[in-house]
Every structure is written in structure tokens, then in C-alpha cells.
């Protein structure tokens, strides 16, 4: 038996329409993010000398942060209908 081959159309990536972040979004991302990397290494540090107090804070700086920076941007809501 012979294989039949029938064309297939050539698949395409969905294309994503975001605009671009604003330079200033950007390095305000970046600088948040890196607080964040510099808190939670200090957090460590703290922790692992036994001043779980000053630990403590600097996580929670670190996690606020990472809050600012995930609310940097277009924020979209409502996209989807409640019933």
C-alpha cells in the first residue's frame, strides 16, 4: 500500500501585539527587580548569621519589590465577562 500524502499548511506562531515597555517603565523594572535580588541575598546572609528579625524585613522588602515591579505597566481588567 502506498502512503498518501496530502499538503499541509504551514504552521504559524501566534503573534503577540504588546507595545513596547516606556524606557523609563524599563530601567524602573530592572531597578525594583534588583533591589529585590539585593534583599533577598542579604535575607541569606542575616538568616544564616541568626538575625532572623533583620531576615524577616529584608524579605518582606524584597517581596515588595517584586509587587512594584509586576505592577509597572499596562494593567488589563475585566477581560473576561463574570457570568
Not at 518582606?60 to 463574570?82: H, T, W
Request: with cysteine; net charge positive.
Amino acid at each position: 500500500m502506498a502512503a498518501l500524502s496530502t499538503p499541509t499548511a504551514p504552521t504559524s506562531t501566534p503573534r503577540t501585539f504588546h507595545a513596547p515597555p516606556a524606557p523609563m517603565e524599563t530601567s524602573e523594572r530592572h531597578h525594583l527587580l534588583r533591589r529585590a535580588e539585593e534583599c533577598d541575598h542579604q535575607a541569606r546572609l542575616s538568616a544564616d548569621a541568626g538575625d532572623l528579625t533583620t531576615a524577616a524585613r529584608l524579605i518582606l522588602q524584597s517581596l515588595d519589590c517584586e509587587r512594584r515591579a509586576g505592577g509597572l505597566g499596562p494593567q488589563v481588567l475585566q477581560l473576561i465577562k463574570p457570568r
